[in-house]
């Protein structure tokens, strides 16, 4: 009996042993490996340096997200214009009228007119601006620096010898006076006026206050009218701050018989209306040269 009761010992024995799998015999060992073990002083650094990059990749990948998706990265800022003068000063001046008059012309052919700088300070021939009072007949200096085109025809006494005065080429003659100004004042520093000189023209007087009616058939009297347009930069300020094309649209001037529908022809006619003067250069006491600007009639 009491040998009985050794076998089933063995044999309990025998089955704990079979239920020790692989798997429960490497779990014990590993325990018994790690057991004590401290962990290494440089696990958290790893840690930190792992979630460090790990943010800094998320916040690339955001900024890159929002760059693309900005309107900004799709369009870049437009140039004030396509060209810009090399120079500065009367250099740069000289630059703007080569660059501006050639595009404008009278006919296929033939430049509507050549414009040249005229310096202000040159030695010798120094010229003051005055501007008339048309109550009292006093003038006054313009204040601030001043350029000056001369815009000549290729005519005798610098008259447009191509095609009849109309009000069509006075307003393109206009409206290139105003792309000279504005040029000028964006990209040539310290300019405060603008005074552009055109050819010599011919008004016809249509209308005169008499006592009575003029004849039938009677012609009307011409006179020659010479005019300069004015601009102070800041009156051109708004135009300054938007590219060029939005206010003259064109990539070459209209030619005269385009000018009346040209998109920018009642802007051109109502800037360049109120900055119309009549010239006339006279010598004053001392010697030196006046360019006296009389306000002039609506044209």
Partial sequence: ??????????????????????????????????AGREPSPHSHKFL??????????????AISLSVLLSPSSHTTQAAWSAWSPPDSGVAGERDIANEISPLYRAS???QLVVVTVHNLSDSGTTTELALRDPTSGSLS????????????????SCSISTGAPSQARLLLLRREALELALY???????VDNVV????????????QLTSTPPAPGKTAKSVTV????????????????????DTLPEQLPPTVSEMASAPEAEL???????????????????????LVLNPAPPQ
């Fill in 1 to 34: 009996m009491a040998e009985g009761v050794n076998d089933s010992k063995h044999l309990v024995s025998a089955v704990d042993d079979a239920a020790e799998t692989p798997l429960h015999r490497a779990a014990a060992l590993s325990r018994g490996r790690y």
């Fill in 48 to 61: 930190v340096a792992t979630v460090t990059l790990f943010v800094i990749a998320i916040a690339a990948i």
């Fill in 108 to 110: 296929p052919a033939s």
């Fill in 141 to 156: 200096a313009i204040s601030g620096t001043s350029a000056v085109y001369t815009m000549c025809g290729l005519g005798p």
């Fill in 184 to 190: 000028t004042f964006k990209y040539i520093g310290g």
């Fill in 196 to 207: 552009a000189i055109l050819p010599p023209g011919t008004s016809q007087q249509t209308s």
């Fill in 226 to 245: 010479d005019l300069a347009v004015v601009f102070q930069k800041q009156g051109l300020q708004h135009f300054l701050s938007q590219p060029l094309r």
């Fill in 268 to 290: 051109v006619s109502v800037i360049t209306g109120q900055a119309l003067f009549t010239q006339q250069l006279i010598q004053d006491q001392d010697g030196s040269s006046v």
